[in-house]
């Protein structure tokens, strides 16, 4: 079976493609047991492209807002993951895997998924971006960011 299930791996290639490269297991993983509910499931979003990702929503929900928390166009997760600048704190986790953050590395390992779940525990990406304004996150996010470069700027001095 196992030389079955990369034979098919293989020659798929959706964005739910990179989530299918562990093979299964018997017993959950680490990263499974480990991982606080509210947050486990927006790594599985992101490792299989459905979830509250921009992409997913210009496809799937277009009445849905698909811009990055940074205001920037259209967001992919190769955005969110490796360049905005709302995150870059936080992106240290997946740096820790994979310096330059290569997807393979980060949504493919399992040390890779650890890194991927501490950064959204920290950062709280992949959500509803409803959800967040109706909270009062979403401009609070920006607010944070800049005091941490005005901080980081000042450390640098």
């Known amino acids: ?29 680490k990263h499974f047991i480990n991982t ?10 992101c490792r299989t492209g459905h979830g509250f990702i921009g992409e997913y929503y210009v496809s799937f929900v277009p009445t849905e807002p ?15 993951l490796c360049e905005c600048p709302l995150f870059t704190h936080q ?11 290569i997807l393979n590395e ?3 390992t399992e040390k890779g998924i650890e890194a991927l779940a501490k950064f ?19 401009e609070g996010r920006v607010e944070r960011r800049e005091e941490q470069e005005r901080v980081e700027e000042e450390a640098d001095r």
């Open 36 to 45: 606080p509910r509210e947050v486990y499931g927006r790594p599985v979003q």
């Open 120 to 138: 959204i525990q920290e950062s709280d990406v992949f959500k509803k971006v409803a959800i967040l304004e109706q909270n009062g996150d979403f």
């Open 1 to 29: 079976w196992a030389e079955s299930w990369y034979r098919d791996v293989a020659t798929q290639t959706s964005r739910f493609a990179l989530a299918h490269r562990l093979r299964p297991t018997l017993k959950p993983r």
């Open 91 to 101: 992106r240290t986790h997946l740096r820790d895997v994979s310096r330059n953050i």
């Open 106 to 108: 980060i949504l493919l």
């Open 66 to 80: 698909s811009s990055c928390l940074c205001r920037e166009n259209h967001v992919k997760r190769e955005n969110t």
